[in-house]
């Protein structure tokens, strides 16, 4: 069955410094990967994603995130955080198929101190 | 730039009642779903729809749960008759294509509380 393990349920991190929030899928065919954050009493924003076409993807708001096959990976970085990158990040997992469905992780907390 | 709306964002009920969630997907989206989060866990999907017809749905989405596009702009959930674990936020979601590359745009959700 497809999944997606976000390790840390919660990372704390200074502005400024570092985000690293971690993603592994469990599959025997290629995925399709997503990023999602979710702000308080928002519903879920689309940061980026990863289709086959590159490795290496690029996202919103300065978040980018690696596909690496040979870990199973899909981990999102943003070199320096902001104050406002504070939110609920999920990780979400496709497969082929039409209207198929997204099967997301269970969610890492982001907090951004000063 | 267009976005899912959904209404209420709060609703209340008795246990027993049937709730209405509603939903207007982005105008020129084909493709519909429905996910659910209870308070403290995973994003979990319920159902997709398309054509006017269920494409997939998921071991939660029992007899108790329908959806219906009643005319050409809302999307509706229906829980025939709420149970206490139905507490949840509910998140409808929509997709120009049904393609596994496609986005999915969600709303804001619908708070549900089942007493």
């Known amino acids: 069955a497809q999944s997606v393990t976000q390790l840390g349920s919660h990372v704390s991190v200074s502005e400024g410094a570092l985000v690293l929030l971690r993603c592994n899928y469990s599959s025997s065919v290629p995925p399709y990967l997503f990023w999602y954050v979710q702000y308080p009493n928002q519903g879920l924003q689309l940061l980026l994603k990863y289709t086959s076409a590159a490795t290496l993807v690029k996202g919103i708001n300065g978040f980018e995130a690696e596909f690496k096959k040979s870990e199973t990976s899909f981990h999102l970085t943003k070199p320096s955080a902001h104050m406002s990158d504070a939110a609920e990040y999920f990780c979400a997992v496709r497969y082929t198929g039409t209207a198929s469905k997204l099967t997301f992780g269970t969610g890492t907390r982001l907090q951004v101190t000063l | 730039e267009p976005e899912v709306t959904q209404t209420p964002s709060h609703q209340v009920t008795q246990m027993g009642q049937e709730v209405i969630l509603r939903c207007v997907p982005i105008s020129n989206h084909l493709y519909f779903y429905w996910y659910r989060q209870i308070l403290g866990q995973k994003v979990e999907f319920l159902v997709s729809?398309?054509?006017?017809?269920?494409?997939?749905k998921s071991e939660i989405f029992d007899d108790q749960f329908s959806v219906e596009r009643p005319d050409g702009s809302n999307f509706t959930l229906k829980i025939r008759s709420t149970k206490l674990e139905d507490s949840a936020m509910y998140f409808c979601a929509s997709s120009e294509l049904g393609a596994s590359t496609d986005t999915q745009y969600f709303g804001p959700g619908t708070r549900l509380t089942v007493l």
């Open positions: 729809f398309y054509n006017n017809e269920i494409s997939e």
